[in-house]
């Protein structure tokens, strides 16, 4: 890792968009997931399909922690699970360690389940009511081999004092423990099979806000001591620039820009990152808050629109005299600065001053519709 | 409790505890709640008078059910005769004594059977999915679109009457309520996300199912269960009501005692009071127990 997380420093432009393969321990390709919409007299009728995850390629390097902002509906929480093949993917590849892992039978796949784990976002749902912690953390090495019931007491001790947990706690139910103590729990049985790479799906926005960073830290020190690498999901913007090495943003199923998180936060590529961006709240009210507020709502991801899936609500396209391109050739996500990809046909037209003239007519539109509501 | 403390190491530092003990299950968790349930209580009450009164029949019962007298025939209830006697002179308090057995022991073993049989669909169909699922649930469509009384005497007059054949026509017209209901929650439940962490750790199908799905989709099944006691109970009576009941009209079933008695309605009421009262309390038990048993099991109401 180049940069220590916790301090949130940046980590440079040294990252590339395409990556060596020498470092990458995941790689996704191509991967589309659709759920399909089955209707008429017996249900077996193909009406249709919602595109949850359509056509996503990155890599994950060693070590890193890549972020996956979005919208909620966009598509994040699907590809997390189609990654780790928790639900089949449609199609597509992912590469565990350079070995493609679709197409392995269940057997083959149960060493490959040790090198990847995911913690989830409801600490309710996630725990197993009839189950104690004992048997929560422990079922994944009694799964994989191991079998003495007093090594995996004390397997599941030590993991329990790692996460910050009470280490006599081990024979109680997960209704008798708090939101934040039961995602430790998730934490501790992620890691109970020693993997390298952890799908965190929004791991603490079901917490308290204090329990939030706690939460944080641990992930932090966990990656710190162990080497972990996190695909970290989430729609904070805030939590993700802090944990990030490397965020990605998704919209409608999409990737639509990948770069290393000072360039993405910074000087973002993507017009739909500019919006995302631009709806953070500022903690300085001196500050004048230059937003871009989009217009109308998220397509239905059941029927998305031609060409760049963004193109309905593009501040930019607007600005240009809405380009024809923009609604029938679908953007390639293609390197527009050193290490940053954007999958825009104009997002060398993304400068300091578009920004600020698009703030200024969206909120003018927005008084107009003050003044006329 | 330090337990949210951010440091790893205070809390791992800390020695074990006192407190280290085994916690209460939900199980015992769910009792204790039923107990400060009032309509519960209640229903736990009648049902163990039931349940205390069928295995204790020979016990208490003054008369054993077959005992006739000369004489004393549809007798008003007196000191010797509680609910008084029937038609033939026999105890009716005896009688309604030893039917709680027969209802007790045709309705749990029906309901168990039904238990099993609609278990089984039911796992295989939500379990396995596909067109296993397509095929079974089909079945039991059919199964459920005939009127369940309809569905029984159809099974006894095909089967002939007898003990079993009862039981195994009241089981047959509940297994599609059991097999749906646990196909439901295992469905839901496959979606779950401490389902797909077990997944994600490895643990194989088989596990997920017996590990993981089943016991929660436990409780609902014995709260069916539960209700649909008090039903068969009723179906029971209604079946020998029918003429369908025990092969030997003898028996001292509720559902053929009614039938005896309902001649004599205007002259002896008493005899049908008695027996249909404790068809209504028996049935009614079993529901009480079944709504209590339903709050205080339901995973919704606590977390």
Same mark, same amino acid.
């Given at each position: 890792?180049?940069?220590?997380?916790?301090?949130?420093?940046?980590?440079?432009?040294?990252?590339?968009?395409?990556?060596?393969?020498?470092?990458?321990?995941?790689?996704?390709?191509?991967?589309?997931?659709?759920?399909?919409?089955?209707?008429?007299?017996?249900?077996? !009728?193909?009406?249709?399909? $919602?595109?949850?995850?359509?056509?996503?390629?990155?890599?994950?390097?060693?070590?890193?922690?890549?972020?996956?902002?979005?919208?909620?509906?966009?598509?994040?929480?699907?590809?997390?699970? $189609?990654?780790?093949?928790?639900?089949?993917?449609?199609?597509?590849?992912?590469?565990?360690?350079?070995?493609?892992?679709?197409?392995?039978?269940?057997?083959?796949?149960?060493?490959? !389940?040790?090198?990847?784990?995911?913690?989830?976002?409801?600490?309710?749902?996630?725990?197993?009511?009839?189950?104690?912690?004992?048997?929560?953390?422990?079922?994944?090495?009694?799964?994989?081999?191991?079998?003495?019931?007093?090594?995996?007491?004390?397997?599941?001790?030590?993991?329990?004092?790692?996460?910050?947990?009470?280490?006599?706690?081990?024979?109680?139910?997960?209704?008798?423990?708090?939101?934040?103590?039961?995602?430790?729990?998730?934490?501790?049985?992620?890691?109970?099979?020693?993997?390298?790479?952890?799908?965190?799906?929004?791991?603490?926005?079901?917490?308290?806000?204090?329990?939030?960073?706690?939460?944080?830290?641990?992930?932090?020190?966990?990656?710190?001591?162990?080497?972990?690498?996190?695909?970290?999901?989430?729609?904070?913007?805030?939590?993700?620039?802090?944990?990030?090495?490397?965020?990605?943003?998704?919209?409608?199923?999409?990737?639509?820009?990948?770069?290393?998180?000072?360039?993405?936060?910074?000087?973002?590529?993507?017009?739909?990152?500019?919006?995302?961006?631009?709806?953070?709240?500022?903690?300085?009210?001196?500050?004048?808050?230059?937003?871009?507020?989009?217009?109308?709502?998220?397509?239905?991801? @059941?029927?998305?629109?031609?060409?760049?899936?963004?193109?309905?609500?593009?501040?930019?396209?607007?600005?240009?005299?809405?380009?024809?391109?923009?609604?029938?050739?679908?953007?390639?996500?293609?390197?527009?600065?050193?290490?940053?990809? @954007?999958?825009?046909?104009?997002?060398?037209?993304?400068?300091?001053?578009?920004?600020?003239?698009?703030? !200024?007519?969206?909120?003018?539109?927005?008084?107009?519709?003050?003044?006329?509501? | 409790?330090?337990?949210?403390?951010?440091?790893?190491?205070?809390?791992?530092?800390?020695?074990?505890?006192?407190?280290?003990?085994?916690?209460?299950?939900?199980?015992?968790?769910?009792?204790?709640?039923?107990?400060?349930?009032?309509?519960?209580?209640?229903?736990?009450?009648?049902?163990?008078?039931?349940?205390?009164?069928?295995? %204790?029949?020979?016990?208490?019962?003054?008369?054993?059910?077959?005992? #006739?007298?000369?004489?004393?025939?549809?007798?008003?209830?007196?000191?010797?005769? %509680?609910?008084?006697?029937?038609?033939?002179?026999?105890?009716?308090?005896?009688?309604?004594?030893?039917?709680? #057995?027969?209802?007790?022991?045709?309705?749990?073993?029906?309901?168990?059977?039904?238990?099993?049989?609609?278990?089984?669909?039911?796992?295989?169909?939500?379990?396995?999915?596909?067109?296993?699922?397509?095929?079974?649930?089909?079945?039991?469509?059919?199964?459920?679109?005939?009127?369940?009384?309809?569905?029984?005497?159809?099974?006894?007059?095909?089967?002939?009457?007898?003990?079993? #054949?009862?039981?195994?026509?009241?089981?047959?017209?509940?297994?599609?309520?059991?097999?749906?209901? %646990?196909?439901?929650?295992?469905?839901?439940?496959?979606?779950?996300?401490?389902?797909?962490?077990?997944?994600?750790?490895?643990?194989?199908?088989?596990?997920?199912?017996?590990?993981?799905?089943?016991?929660?989709?436990?409780?609902?099944?014995?709260? #069916?269960?539960?209700?649909?006691?008090?039903?068969?109970?009723?179906?029971?009576?209604?079946?020998?009501?029918?003429?369908?009941?025990?092969?030997?009209?003898?028996?001292?079933?509720?559902?053929?005692?009614?039938?005896?008695?309902?001649?004599?309605?205007?002259?002896?009421?008493?005899?049908?009071?008695?027996?249909?009262?404790?068809?209504?309390?028996?049935?009614?038990?079993?529901?009480?127990?079944?709504?209590?048993?339903?709050?205080?099991?339901?995973?919704?109401?606590?977390?």
């Amino acid at each position: 890792m180049e940069g220590t997380v916790s301090e949130g420093l940046p980590v440079g432009g040294t990252g590339d968009g395409q990556l060596p393969s020498g470092d990458e321990l995941i790689g996704v390709e191509s991967l589309v997931k659709h759920f399909e919409i089955r209707g008429g007299l017996l249900g077996v !009728r193909r009406i249709g399909a $919602v595109r949850a995850v359509d056509g996503v390629s990155f890599s994950v390097r060693r070590g890193e922690t890549l972020g996956l902002v979005g919208e909620s509906g966009c598509g994040k929480t699907t590809l997390g699970k $189609v990654i780790l093949r928790l639900i089949p993917a449609t199609s597509g590849q992912v590469r565990v360690k350079g070995r493609p892992i679709f197409g392995l039978n269940d057997r083959e796949m149960i060493p490959i !389940r040790r090198d990847m784990q995911i913690v989830f976002q409801d600490p309710y749902g996630s725990l197993n009511p009839r189950m104690t912690v004992g048997e929560i953390v422990g079922e994944g090495p009694y799964v994989h081999g191991l079998r003495s019931r007093q090594e995996r007491e004390e397997l599941v001790r030590e993991l329990l004092a790692r996460v910050g947990l009470n280490q006599s706690h081990i024979h109680r139910y997960p209704h008798e423990f708090s939101g934040g103590q039961r995602q430790r729990i998730g934490i501790a049985r992620a890691l109970a099979l020693n993997p390298e790479f952890v799908v965190c799906d929004e791991p603490v926005s079901a917490l308290d806000v204090s329990i939030q960073s706690q939460v944080l830290n641990l992930l932090d020190d966990l990656q710190q001591d162990l080497g972990l690498t996190y695909l970290f999901i989430a729609h904070n913007l805030a939590v993700v620039e802090h944990i990030s090495d490397r965020v990605g943003v998704m919209y409608l199923g999409k990737l639509v820009e990948l770069a290393p998180v000072d360039p993405l936060y910074q000087q973002p590529a993507h017009p739909y990152t500019v919006a995302l961006l631009s709806a953070v709240p500022e903690t300085d009210p001196r500050k004048r808050k230059k937003r871009i507020v989009l217009k109308g709502d998220v397509p239905s991801p @059941a029927a998305p629109p031609p060409g760049c899936r963004f193109h309905t609500r593009c501040w930019l396209r607007e600005r240009l005299g809405n380009p024809e391109r923009c609604a029938t050739d679908e953007p390639a996500l293609r390197e527009v600065r050193p290490g940053q990809m @954007a999958a825009c046909h104009y997002a060398e037209e993304v400068s300091p001053a578009a920004i600020e003239a698009a703030s !200024r007519a969206s909120e003018s539109g927005m008084t107009a519709e003050l003044a006329a509501g | 409790m330090s337990l949210e403390t951010p440091g790893v190491t205070a809390v791992a530092a800390a020695p074990r505890r006192a407190e280290e003990r085994v916690s209460r299950g939900l199980w015992s968790d769910a009792f204790s709640r039923l107990l400060r349930n009032r309509p519960a209580l209640v229903g736990l009450i009648c049902i163990t008078a039931f349940i205390g009164v069928a295995i %204790l029949a020979p016990v208490i019962a003054p008369y054993g059910p077959y005992e #006739q007298r000369t004489g004393g025939r549809l007798e008003a209830p007196s000191a010797a005769h %509680l609910f008084g006697t029937d038609l033939l002179g026999r105890d009716m308090f005896s009688r309604v004594l030893y039917g709680a #057995q027969i209802s007790l022991q045709v309705g749990v073993i029906a309901v168990l059977m039904a238990l099993v049989m609609g278990g089984l669909i039911g796992a295989l169909a939500g379990g396995l999915g596909g067109w296993v699922d397509s095929v079974l649930m089909r079945v039991t469509d059919v199964l459920l679109a005939i009127p369940g009384i309809l569905l029984a005497i159809g099974i006894i007059a095909w089967l002939d009457r007898g003990m079993l #054949q009862l039981m195994l026509a009241i089981a047959v017209t509940y297994v599609p309520i059991f097999a749906r209901l %646990l196909r439901g929650s295992i469905l839901a439940l496959r979606e779950s996300d401490y389902v797909i962490a077990a997944g994600a750790v490895g643990a194989s199908r088989l596990r997920l199912l017996v590990r993981h799905m089943l016991p929660n989709a436990l409780t609902p099944l014995i709260v #069916q269960a539960t209700l649909i006691l008090a039903t068969a109970i009723i179906d029971i009576a209604g079946l020998g009501f029918l003429g369908l009941g025990p092969p030997d009209p003898r028996t001292p079933e509720w559902g053929t005692m009614l039938v005896d008695a309902r001649r004599f309605l205007q002259t002896a009421p008493h005899i049908v009071f008695f027996v249909g009262g404790a068809i209504v309390v028996s049935a009614i038990g079993f529901n009480l127990l079944g709504d209590g048993l339903r709050e205080s099991l339901d995973p919704r109401l606590k977390r």
